[in-house]
């Protein structure tokens, strides 16, 4: 008898026949003699509509109110899981997040999960009672409903899954894994079988919208198996139903490149004649963190005169006007020239392998060389490359370098 | 500087537009110095939407579950109360059932209030923030929501009036106040001006839909002036803007009947043939309301014989099967024969001059007579008269005692 912890998202649970369906799948883990904790997102639509009743009346909306709207979307389809599940004679009830509790900061709408008191729950879930928790939600130390941010309902499941010790935890979605690239782009992109952590946190982070990054990143501390699947595939019982996201160590067969991502909510900010002198990028970057700006790619080149060197830095597109305001603000930074362009694309390639690999990068640069693609930002971590090219060809490179790196199925 | 409660019902809060409409009703409130507390309901079609989704999988809910659910609709328009109210430069934060706490028992769907803990709120509103508190909820011991049942956000309203020591409670509604009967069925029905507390909670219990009765008891026990208003019009300064429900020795003028109201959710069973000893009545009744059937009226006649007698009472329609099964289960009642009849309405009359006038039944009888409608059972109490008549009479019945009892408006 093992303890899991199951996560529905949006799209499975989006009516009350895709909730029964997914009830059967909890029931056959519960029929197999699991302790079972269910974690379930708003019904598909419904956030989105409780954000636009939000925005209707004022788009600067206090962060906490919003957050008492948009958390009841979980709470109705927590409380009809419970419902289907009794229906098919299990023991089941609804959790919200007051409820465990689940204690998170006053970040309202992106707020961090800081402790999960998990023992009534765990009390329950001995008895024989199937845990529904309502995702996406947690409380302030002030008794207030706090909301963890879109796609926060995965973290919500890891983080459960932490605190109950849990053997494993499977997000079923409407993909059945994580895949060498989307498959929208590249039809003959392939499922992976198993992927190490610190792929998944790339690709994540690099816009693969499968699982959130802090769910990843969470998986990864804990050291908690994670596992996507289809909710409307019947694959309970097979040998790799989806993608397992595990350690390096668990996986045998290592790719040089496992993916290629893509991020279209990226804009580009050029920062001409700063000088070159310690201390100028905090002077730069501090006030963007301060101005809650997600600072992502970050270039300095080699200033060709000693004194003076030119920044570049991408941003998500909707922070672009926040971003350019704080460096226009920063009165150090006065005769700083600023160019920014929302007309381009981040294109990676991530895989384990590139560690022990040599010519990884080169082939990227020649595949996209070949297209007549020209590469506007370079930057390299141990594990990926990412490069900001021209909008209009994105589709294009994701094909070439699927390609070029032997992902395409055969 | 007043302390006083506002509540809102559905259809006035019915989209975001609204919302905002009652948010400048509650900010005049505030700019005439008074410290406010809001109750709001779900947005009018959105508990119906919910409650389907729950009988969508199971008839046979849950109903703590069910409560988890129903109880979103008022988070939701709280929420979104704030966030008009603070557009409009105004404090305000929401409140939901478990954060005041709003303490109730665990009858889930049929909860009662039990207590109030108003301390934190009193501590906001004298500093100057409008509380929005989400109606129609609370927590019980078990830390479980439950809800009050049906139009159970005026239950919250008078009961929060009541634990805030509030000087007076204002309905806000879809009409502009309590009428002398249903202006659908009579054109000439008057608006009535005041009303006391013992006609308001008759005409609630006997079918006038604008209060629900236990918020009218609440008021009445409590001694809180309770005031229907319409949220449509713009009647805040003026002198009577919607109806009074006060103490009877508030009220000057005194009509011998003030209102007709009716009751089409009623069913009748007779039981022929019932030994007239003592005990028997409990032995019927006492099932019916382990069984969680509303009786209504109860009539029995002298035993003609002295041994045998016939027993009549009303119940709601969809409590008919429940109550006839009870009947019949009972061994001790097994000779009994029952008859049973959905097609019957209730007629009321209502008025504290009842009191002190004679003739008043007899006025409704001849009205009814001269109609050539016929009186199946009459019930009577000190301030009101029921009879149950043939359903197809209905709107006739009611025209004739508007008109007998001198209630139509010149």
Request: with cysteine; proline share 2%.
């Given at each position: 008898?093992a303890?899991?912890?199951?996560?529905?998202g949006?799209?499975s649970v989006?009516d009350t026949?895709?909730?029964?369906?997914?009830?059967?799948?909890?029931a056959?883990?519960?029929?197999?003699?699991n302790?079972v904790?269910?974690?379930?997102?708003?019904?598909s639509?419904?956030t989105?509509?409780?954000?636009e009743?939000?925005?209707?009346?004022s788009?600067?909306?206090d962060?906490?109110e919003?957050?008492?709207?948009v958390?009841?979307?979980?709470?109705?389809?927590?409380?009809?899981?419970?419902?289907?599940l009794?229906?098919?004679?299990?023991?089941a009830?609804?959790w919200?997040?007051?409820?465990?509790?689940?204690?998170?900061?006053d970040?309202?709408?992106?707020a961090?999960?800081?402790d999960?008191?998990?023992?009534?729950?765990?009390?329950h879930?001995?008895?024989?009672?199937?845990?529904?928790l309502a995702g996406?939600?947690g409380?302030?130390?002030?008794?207030r409903i706090?909301?963890l941010?879109?796609?926060?309902?995965?973290?919500t499941?890891?983080?459960?899954?932490?605190?109950?010790?849990?053997?494993?935890?499977?997000?079923?979605t409407?993909?059945?894994?994580?895949?060498?690239?989307?498959p929208r782009?590249?039809k003959s992109?392939q499922?992976?079988d198993?992927?190490?952590?610190?792929?998944?946190l790339?690709?994540?982070?690099?816009?693969t919208?499968?699982l959130q990054t802090?769910?990843?990143?969470?998986?990864y501390?804990?050291?908690?198996?994670?596992?996507?699947?289809s909710s409307?595939?019947?694959?309970?019982?097979?040998?790799?139903?989806?993608?397992?996201v595990?350690?390096?160590?668990?996986?045998?067969e290592?790719?040089v490149?496992?993916?290629?991502a893509?991020?279209?909510n990226?804009?580009?900010?050029?920062?001409?004649?700063v000088?070159?002198i310690p201390?100028?990028?905090?002077?730069?970057?501090?006030p963007?963190t301060?101005?809650?700006?997600n600072?992502d790619?970050?270039?300095?080149n080699v200033?060709?005169d000693g004194?003076?060197t030119d920044m570049?830095?991408t941003?998500?597109e909707?922070?672009?006007?926040?971003?350019?305001?704080?460096?226009k603000?920063?009165?150090k930074?006065?005769?700083?020239?600023i160019l920014?362009d929302?007309?381009?694309?981040k294109?990676?390639?991530?895989?384990?392998?590139?560690?022990s690999?040599t010519?990884v990068?080169?082939?990227m640069?020649?595949a996209?060389?070949?297209?007549?693609i020209?590469i506007?930002?370079?930057a390299t971590?141990?594990?990926?490359?990412?490069?900001?090219?021209e909008?209009e060809?994105?589709?294009?490179?994701v094909?070439?370098?699927?390609?070029?790196?032997g992902?395409?199925a055969?």
């Amino acid at each position: 008898m093992a303890l899991i912890v199951l996560k529905f998202g949006g799209t499975s649970v989006g009516d009350t026949c895709r909730i029964e369906r997914a009830a059967g799948k909890i029931a056959q883990e519960v029929k197999r003699g699991n302790q079972v904790a269910v974690i379930v997102s708003a019904m598909s639509g419904v956030t989105n509509q409780l954000v636009e009743y939000c925005n209707d009346i004022s788009s600067t909306h206090d962060a906490r109110e919003y957050d008492a709207v948009v958390s009841s979307g979980e709470q109705v389809t927590a409380g009809l899981m419970a419902i289907a599940l009794q229906k098919l004679d299990i023991d089941a009830r609804s959790w919200l997040g007051w409820q465990v509790p689940i204690l998170c900061s006053d970040v309202h709408g992106k707020a961090r999960i800081e402790d999960i008191d998990s023992s009534k729950m765990l009390e329950h879930l001995q008895g024989g009672q199937v845990a529904v928790l309502a995702g996406f939600q947690g409380v302030t130390a002030n008794n207030r409903i706090a909301t963890l941010g879109r796609g926060g309902s995965d973290t919500t499941a890891v983080a459960l899954a932490a605190a109950l010790g849990a053997e494993r935890c499977d997000i079923y979605t409407d993909v059945d894994g994580v895949y060498t690239t989307d498959p929208r782009i590249v039809k003959s992109a392939q499922k992976i079988d198993k992927i190490s952590y610190e792929e998944m946190l790339e690709l994540a982070s690099l816009g693969t919208k499968v699982l959130q990054t802090r769910s990843v990143e969470m998986a990864y501390k804990r050291d908690i198996p994670l596992q996507v699947l289809s909710s409307f595939e019947d694959t309970i019982g097979s040998d790799l139903p989806g993608t397992l996201v595990t350690r390096e160590e668990d996986i045998m067969e290592k790719h040089v490149v496992n993916g290629v991502a893509y991020e279209k909510n990226t804009a580009k900010v050029t920062l001409l004649d700063v000088p070159d002198i310690p201390g100028v990028a905090a002077e730069i970057f501090g006030p963007l963190t301060g101005g809650n700006v997600n600072v992502d790619m970050i270039v300095q080149n080699v200033a060709p005169d000693g004194k003076m060197t030119d920044m570049t830095f991408t941003v998500p597109e909707e922070e672009l006007d926040m971003a350019i305001e704080c460096v226009k603000k920063n009165t150090k930074l006065k005769d700083v020239e600023i160019l920014s362009d929302k007309n381009v694309v981040k294109i990676s390639v991530v895989g384990i392998g590139m560690v022990s690999h040599t010519g990884v990068a080169q082939t990227m640069f020649k595949a996209l060389a070949d297209k007549g693609i020209n590469i506007q930002v370079i930057a390299t971590s141990e594990i990926k490359i990412s490069v900001i090219i021209e909008k209009e060809y994105l589709e294009l490179a994701v094909r070439a370098l699927h390609t070029a790196y032997g992902l395409d199925a055969v």
